[in-house]
């Protein structure tokens, strides 16, 4: 309490500005921090630090961790206590969510691709799959198209639903901005969205040739 200008002001006052009790005003002032508080207290302020850095992921095994690169062993234990003194409660992991269904009654498409992912020319061979995001809402499914040319992203849609239609508005995103000729080869894993015959009539309006990766072999789909 000796900032300049406090002095001046009744200590009650002081200490309702500032969020505490005079009673632990007085009990600190009696008894100030020891050595080990204070360096407690830092340790927790770079703990923090690390905690917010980790998207507030990090427990005590891999806050540990990340200590002792930095040059700040201890023991778990001590980690733990810590932890719960800087009100570090990492966040509990999301489930895994599936984004492929290949247990479906449509026909999938032979694997025409075969492991070649190079195309001399733009709109020859695209690559098409789908992804999940955790968000504030829930989860955010996107799919996306790339061009095997020159890997660029050619088609990507949003939704908070994994349908046929998050696919689909991907494909004519794709066609619609990039009009490839007849031929092209659009391949994909088995997912019961690529296989849908909406799908499938979609590819053929379009003149694309399908084809699919190998059951549970998903290098045949690497790029993407």
Request: hydrophobic fraction near 30%.
């Amino acid at each position: 309490m000796r900032a300049r200008g406090l002095d001046k002001y009744p200590i009650n006052l002081v200490c309702q500005t500032l969020g505490i009790s005079t009673r632990s005003y007085y009990d600190r002032k009696e008894n100030p921090r020891s050595n080990k508080e204070k360096e407690d207290l830092e340790l927790v302020e770079k703990m923090q630090t690390i905690f917010a850095e980790s998207y507030e992921e990090y427990g005590r095994v891999r806050m540990k961790k990340a200590l002792e690169e930095a040059g700040y062993p201890m023991s778990e234990g001590k980690v733990g206590r810590l932890m719960r003194q800087g009100n570090m409660y990492p966040k509990k992991c999301k489930k895994y969510r599936a984004t492929t269904n290949s247990r479906h009654k449509y026909q999938v498409a032979e694997n025409l691709l075969d492991r070649n992912f190079n195309a001399d020319k733009p709109n020859r061979k695209w690559c098409g799959d789908s992804t999940y995001i955790w968000t504030d809402e829930g989860w955010l499914y996107a799919a996306g198209i790339i061009d095997l040319c020159a890997r660029d992203c050619v088609g990507l849609s949003f939704s908070s639903k994994h349908t046929q239609e998050l696919m689909i508005d991907s494909l004519d995103q794709a066609f619609k901005k990039y009009k490839p000729g007849e031929g092209l080869l659009f391949h994909s894993d088995r997912g019961v969205q690529y296989a849908s015959n909406a799908y499938k009539n979609k590819l053929h309006k379009y003149k694309m040739i399908q084809s699919m990766s190998r059951s549970g072999v998903p290098y045949d789909n690497a790029p993407m």
